[in-house]
Structures are given as structure tokens and as C-alpha cells.
């Protein structure tokens, strides 16, 4: 029965959109700002309006029905990734926060991108309930998520430090917490924090990260026991994965989280880590790459290079069910631009407007930029070779050096 009643209505929502199509024309219409001149392209690529072809159409529930499946028509055609979570990179002050919550994050919450956001623990002392509080205010129906570094958040007793700071939390209305360690970490681990917890905060989500894409067995083993230890707290129900391009490693990791929470009887959500491209997070990763972090010579070759990586580690995501967070500063219509683009995994407009920020270069010129980018000794850990040494041999990207230090790879 249930069945045939989701048939009925499937094929009544088709018959009205198909009665509703010459009335109404979607699709990806300009926005202008008010004051902006039309030659201004940096929102030509969102969504715009849905636009009546016939003035004389003005019923209400019509309207209403027409937005409301063709949002159901696009959302089928890209899968079950219309949204994603932002981490909330570079912003160190309320006023930062209050700032870009009234501007570019409400145009991406009524974009329809936005499902939830994430305030990176980065530095000790920071007011991270604060910046909380204001987001909770400014974006109601945004789920706010707020990291704890153990790292930066030292305390005589972490255990009751870190429950205390979760009661505060759930206070002001956040959702979730994720709890790491941090590189070089305090020996008080995040596995040694949760089995001391004890009770949760109730309304309040646990997470933790796991890193799936370390470069070596031995490292990825030790990771997939650490969060078996995090598990069988008990306490753990959200898992995020680092950041990685790696799609075999991926979906190893994501499988293997599925299979030990199953065993272990705990239900847990996954989300996992993506980058947006742009010149200045692509120069970051060449030279000053985050702790733990190794991603591909597609990667690091170009931005073009950056985008069709990450354009494959969020099909993998689409095909397991694991949300996107996207690590990268949001901060432009072009970037709202650009992050729409590669959730819909529209090459086409995402090329367009990463070639507007760095047009593509010439085979010479790629050339001269391999040696420039891959070869000078420190930023990648390569020497300089000879001077004869051909441009393929300059392509390879042994294990980058560590920002700082030998570092820890448990988080």
C-alpha cells in the first residue's frame, strides 16, 4: 500500500511539473546587487529566480508547488549532496563573526548550500561559546558545530574541563562537538578524555576525527585503533575524516567506520573534509601543508588539478552517504560561486571560474611552473636535481615535511 502511494505520488508531481513548464521558466538567471553594474559576473553562476513567462499566472499555491519540485528536480539531479558544513576559517573576533554571519553565510543558507557550520578551535583563549552564540542568533536553523582542542584547552582535570565547556555549549544551542587532540597534543589524549567522561551532555552530539589517508599502513592501523578505543566509550555518534584525495583510502576508511560501529552496536554519522580551489589554499598545500595531511600530484599540479581531486573525493562521499565539510575560506560571491558548482559537480561553471582566477598557462609555461612549484628544496622536501633532469622526474611528490615537527598522528 505504501508503495503504491508513493507511486501516485510521484507520477502526480511529474504530471505538474509538466503542466507547470511552460509557465514557468528555471533555471540560472543574473543577480545584480542594487548599486552593482551588469558587467559584474561574480554571481552569474547562482541560482536565480523562478521567473513567470505569463504575467497573468499569479496563484499562489502554483508558485509555491512550481519552487518546490523543480527544487525537488535539482536536488535528484545531483544526488544526495545539495549541501555541505563550512569550517569557519580566518575569523579571529565577534565582530568577524557577526560580520560574515549577516553577509556571505545568509546568501548561502538561502542558496541552499548551507546545512551547518564549524568553529575551528585554533589558539588558546579563544571565546569559541561566543562566536557560537552569535551564529546560533544571526542563522537560526543552521546547526552549529564547535571543535575543543585538547591542545589548546589545557587543564589540570581535561575530562571535567571538556564536560563543563560541553554543558555551556548546548546552552547557547550548539548541536555537535568535535574533540581532537591537536598535533603535539597533550599525553591526555581524546580517548583518554572520553573514558573518563562519563555521562554525556544530553541534546548534545560527540564527535571525534579519523584520519583515513596517512601514507603508510602502519600509521592508517594505528588510526583505525585509536578509534576503536573512541567507540567503545560509548559517547562517540559523529566521526569526521580528515582531509584527503586518495579515493581508494577513503573508502576504506569510511567502510571500515561502518563495519566497527556496527559491530560495537553504536550508530554514528560521517562526515569527511573537502577543500574549495583557489591560488592561495593551493600555494598553502605546496609549501606549508597541515600536520598529517598528503594529497596527490593531480592535487598540487594546478588549480585545475585541485578541483578535479576534489571533485572525486566528494563522489565518493555522494556514493557513501558522508557529508562535506569544506576547510576553506568563504568569503566571496565567487566562492558561494564556486562551491555550489563543484556540490552540483558541474565542471563546466567550476572551470570557468577558477580559469577567471588563474587562466589556464601554456605547455611551456606549465613546464616552467612545475620546476618553480615542485623543485625548490624545503617546500616539498625535494632537492634540487641536475640541470638536465626531465620535467616528468620533477612530478613525483615524495611525503611533504611536517609544518611542526615530528608531530603526533593521533588526534
Known amino acids: ?18 503542466s507547470l513548464k511552460a509557465k514557468y521558466s528555471p533555471g540560472l538567471a543574473p543577480y545584480h546587487k542594487p548599486g552593482r553594474s551588469s558587467g559584474d559576473k561574480s554571481r552569474r553562476f547562482l541560482p536565480g529566480p523562478l521567473r513567470p513567462k505569463s504575467q497573468s499566472i499569479q496563484s499562489l499555491p502554483y508558485r509555491a508547488a512550481a519552487i518546490t519540485l523543480f527544487a525537488l528536480a535539482r536536488r535528484g539531479r545531483r544526488g544526495p549532496m545539495p549541501t555541505c558544513r563550512l569550517e569557519l576559517m580566518g575569523i579571529h573576533d565577534s565582530s568577524g563573526y557577526q560580520r560574515h554571519a549577516r553577509g556571505l553565510l545568509q546568501k548561502a543558507q538561502s542558496a541552499g548550500v548551507l546545512s551547518g557550520l564549524n568553529i575551528p578551535n585554533k589558539k588558546p583563549g579563544e571565546p569559541l561559546i561566543e562566536w557560537a552564540g552569535i551564529l546560533v542568533k544571526e542563522l537560526p536553523g543552521v ?7 585538547l591542545k589548546h584547552q589545557r587543564s589540570s582535570n581535561s575530562a571535567e574541563a571538556f564536560h563543563e565547556w560541553c554543558m555551556d555549549a548546548a546552552r547557547v544551542g550548539v548541536r555537535r562537538v568535535l574533540l581532537v587532540t591537536g598535533p603535539n597534543g597533550p599525553r591526555h589524549d581524546a580517548v583518554r578524555v572520553l573514558q573518563q567522561l562519563g555521562r554525556p551532555v544530553s541534546g548534545l552530539r560527540y564527535g571525534v576525527a579519523f584520519n583515513a589517508c596517512l601514507p603508510s599502513e602502519a600509521a592508517r592501523e594505528a588510526e583505525r585503533q585509536r578509534l576503536v578505543q573512541k567507540l567503545r566509550t560509548g559517547v562517540v555518534q559523529d566521526v569526521w575524516l580528515n582531509t584527503g584525495v586518495d579515493e581508494d583510502l577513503l573508502r576504506e576508511g569510511i567502510q571500515f567506520v561502518r563495519e566497527t560501529s556496527t559491530r560495537l552496536g553504536v550508530q554514528v554519522e560521517l562526515f569527511a573534509s573537502a577543500m574549495l580551489p583557489s591560488v592561495a589554499q593551493l600555494q598553502q598545500m605546496r609549501e606549508r601543508p597541515w600536520n598529517g595531511v598528503q594529497f596527490s600530484e593531480e592535487f598540487l599540479s594546478s588549480l585545475r588539478g585541485m578541483a578535479q581531486a576534489t571533485s572525486k573525493a566528494l563522489d565518493v562521499f555522494r556514493d557513501n552517504g558522508v557529508e562535506p565539510i569544506v576547510e576553506s575560506k568563504v568569503r566571496t560571491s565567487t566562492d558561494l560561486s564556486k562551491l555550489s558548482a563543484i556540490l552540483d559537480n558541474d565542471t563546466t561553471t567550476l572551470h570557468a571560474l577558477i580559469d577567471e582566477e588563474s587562466p589556464p598557462a601554456s605547455a611551456e609555461r606549465e613546464k616552467q611552473e612545475i620546476t618553480k612549484n615542485k623543485v625548490p628544496e624545503g617546500a616539498l622536501g625535494l632537492r ?16 611533504v615535511k611536517r609544518r611542526w615537527g615530528n608531530g603526533r598522528p593521533d588526534v
Not at 507511486?7 to 509538466?18: G, P
Not at 546547526?143 to 582542542?149: A, K, L, Q, R
Open 1 to 18: 500500500m505504501g508503495f503504491k502511494f508513493a507511486l501516485f505520488l510521484s507520477s502526480a508531481a511529474l504530471r505538474m511539473l509538466v
Open 143 to 149: 546547526e552549529v558545530t564547535v571543535h575543543y582542542s
Open 384 to 399: 634540487r636535481p641536475p640541470k638536465q633532469v626531465e620535467v616528468a622526474e620533477l612530478q613525483r611528490f615524495p611525503p
